[in-house]
């Protein structure tokens, strides 16, 4: 099973306010202090002015219905051929027995016939592997097209939902160990998202 894996980027800022002075240490401790005590309340004021939220993204790829699409087109498609392949690969089989039955019942009529014969089992079976070879990379590449439309989706979505939510980030959870249960919008996305997903499939079937 091929599982999609969505990716959002966690960035971290630190801000940094220093002051540097011209008038040497002639301060006082008591305007030093004064001025320590400044710096605290601009940082303080700096903090708080950040909004952060996380999402659990495990759980909106498993609620997330678009997801689950994707996810059962790209199974869909590795059935199908995994189905072609072993079809083929039965023929092949069926052939080679035949030739050995040939080979024990001295049924060619002669050594170049047979030599000839097991050339081209041989050749069908490179080809064979080849084709295999092929049907791998074609479900990774489509595994990582679907990726990248999921990931796009999700992230047009949260900078539309972000222009009035406000967050300075919405981070991945799987990035932190702890974090406060309030800052978890996973249910508000997944049910946004869910929405415009059935409201879009609305319409294209209008």
Do not use: C, H, P
């Amino acid at each position: 099973m091929f599982n999609i894996v969505l990716l959002v980027a966690v960035g971290v800022l630190f801000v940094l306010y220093a002051n540097i002075t011209k008038e040497g240490v002639s301060g006082s401790d008591e305007t030093t202090g004064a001025k320590e005590r400044e710096d605290s309340n601009m940082v303080a004021v700096t903090t708080s002015s950040i909004k952060i939220a996380y999402i659990n993204v495990d759980t909106l790829l498993a609620d997330y219905k678009l997801a689950k699409e994707l996810e059962n087109k790209l199974l869909d498609k590795q059935k199908r051929l995994e189905a072609d392949l072993n079809r083929k690969n039965m023929e092949l089989q069926k052939q080679a027995a035949d030739f050995q039955r040939k080979v024990q019942t001295n049924s060619f009529l002669s050594l170049e016939s047979a030599k000839a014969q097991e050339q081209e089992l041989y050749e069908k079976q490179q080809k064979l592997l080849q084709l295999r070879d092929q049907m791998t990379q074609e479900i990774l590449q489509e595994q990582q097209n679907l990726n990248n439309q999921l990931l796009d989706s999700v992230i047009n979505f949260l900078k539309e939902f972000n222009k009035t939510a406000g967050y300075t980030y919405i981070l991945n959870s799987n990035a932190f160990l702890i974090g406060d249960t309030a800052s978890d919008i996973t249910t508000t996305v997944v049910n946004a998202l869910n929405a415009r997903y059935e409201k879009a499939k609305s319409v294209i079937k209008k």
